[in-house]
């Protein structure tokens, strides 16, 4: 059985851009998601892109807080094992391809902003 919660995830990302609720269960990772979001916007992504760029990282984030990880603490190990997980979902191969790409997305601003040791250029390796 998979451990990537996907239920819900759109309905958190969309109250985190209209209303400002918390996205995830971790105040550091908010933190992270806020930051993010600042950067989508200030390249004028529409709203409906950020909440859909926003979901995939919530499946991250679940996925993560569910292995006992945050932003902060995560590995190469657990981007490949969640990617790998992912690949076993019931998702065609074009969403999980754009999947691994904003979670790569993510990880390249997260190590650009120093907040990762990990890029998403790591994952290529």
Request: charged residues 20%; proline residues 0%; contains cysteine.
């Amino acid at each position: 059985m998979s451990t990537i919660k996907v239920k819900g995830s759109y309905k958190a990302s969309q109250n985190f851009v209209e209303k400002g609720d918390d996205i995830s269960n971790n105040a550091l990772n908010n933190q992270v998601f806020k930051q993010y979001y600042n950067y989508l916007t200030s390249l004028n992504n529409k709203t409906n892109t950020i909440i859909l760029k926003l979901m995939h990282i919530s499946f991250l984030d679940k996925y993560l807080m569910n292995n006992n990880k945050c932003f902060k603490s995560f590995t190469k190990k657990d981007i490949i094992s969640y990617i790998n997980d992912c690949s076993k979902l019931n998702w065609s191969i074009s969403y999980q391809d754009n999947n691994k790409f904003q979670i790569k997305l993510f990880l390249n601003w997260m190590y650009a902003n120093e907040k990762s040791k990990i890029s998403g250029v790591d994952l290529d390796d």
